[in-house]
C-alpha cells in the first residue's frame, strides 16, 4: 500500500496548532506551486483561516520559473484552487535568460526575491513555505555530503529571515510533518495537485537523495531520525553560540567595527575550546571582511594555521587573508583587519 493511504491526514485541530503563531499578521504570502505539499498548504492555510473571527488575509504567489513547458497551466490550475479557497493570488515568472550550470540553485535565488517582491507589494511581513519533513532529511543529507558543521547540520529553522530579504520572516509550518500526510490530506479532499518531474530527475542532488531515501529508512535511518539529528544539532549549535557571545567581551581588546582591527588577547584566545575559539574567529573575520560568507574548511585551515604558529613559538608574526579579511598572529595577539583593495589588472587594448 502506498505510503500517503496509510498516512493519516492532517486534522484541522493538527493546522490550528501549525498556524497558530501567524494569527496575529495583518497579511500573508503563501508559496504555492501547485504541488502536494504547496497545495496542502493552502487548502489547511484556509481552513485554518476560515476558523478565525479575525486574522491575516492569505495572499498565494505562484512561482513561474519558465523551465519547462505547463508550468503557465499549473499557475493557472493554483489561481483557480484559490478562488475556490477565497484566497487572494498572483503568479510572479522569472524572466530571462537560465544558467546552465547551477540551475535550481539560481531558480532558488530567483524564487525568494520574487516572493519577497510579492511581499512587499502585498505588505505581507512574512513568507510561508511547504517545507516538509521528508525536506528538512534531504537537506540534513545534503549538508552532510558537503562537509557541513554543527550550523549546517541544523537543517532548515521553522522561523528565519527570507534569504536575500532580512526585513521579512519565512516560516516553514510543516517541517515536522511528513510529506505523505500532506498527500493524504489532499486526496481525503478530492483536490487535486501538479507533480514536478524535475523532482524525480537524477541530474539533480536532491532527486538522487530521495531515491536512496528508502534504502536508508530500512537500516533505521529514516526521514524522522535525520530530523531529530537535525533538532539535536541546532539545539548543540545554540549552546555553542551562547558560548561565543560570553567569550567575545573576554577576549576583545578593541571594540568590534568592520572600519578599525579586531584585536584578541593571544591567552584568553588560546585557552578557549576549540569550537569556540574557531567560530569566535570566523565573527572577526565576517565582521571585518568584505567578500560574503567564510567558508568553513578555509577557516579552519587558517585556525590550524594560527595555532601552529603560536604552538611553533615561530619569531615574527603570521598573516594570512580569507574572505576579504587579513589575520595577523603576534606573539600577544590576533589581529583581523579589512585586506586592502586588490589592485585591478589593467586590461590591454
Sequence with gaps: ????????PVSPAEAASLFADLAHHPRIVL???????????AVLAARWRGGLSHGPRLHAVTVDHRLRAGSGDEAKAVKRL???????HCTAAWT??????GLQEAARTARYALLAAAAHKTGAPCIVTAHTLDDQAETVLFRLARGSGPSGLGGMARVAPVPGCADLVLVRPFLGI??????ATLQVAGIAFAEDPSNADPRFTRSRYRRIMPWLAAEGLDAGRLALLARRTRRADAAIEAAVDAALPLVSLTHWSNSR????DR????KLPTEVALRLLGRAIATTGDEGRVELAKLEALFDGVAGHWQEAREGCLRRTLAGAVVTAAPDRLEVQ???PRRQRLSRT
Design 261 to 264: 582591527p579586531i584585536i584578541l
Design 31 to 41: 508559496a504555492v506551486s501547485g504541488g502536494p505539499d504547496s497545495t496542502a498548504l
Design 267 to 270: 591567552a584568553g584566545f588560546a
Design 178 to 183: 511528513a510529506k505523505a500526510r500532506l498527500v
Design 82 to 88: 484559490a478562488r475556490k479557497l477565497g484566497i487572494a
Design 96 to 101: 530571462g535568460r537560465k544558467p546552465r550550470a
Design 1 to 8: 500500500m502506498p505510503a500517503a493511504e496509510r498516512a493519516a
Design 338 to 340: 579589512r585586506a586592502p
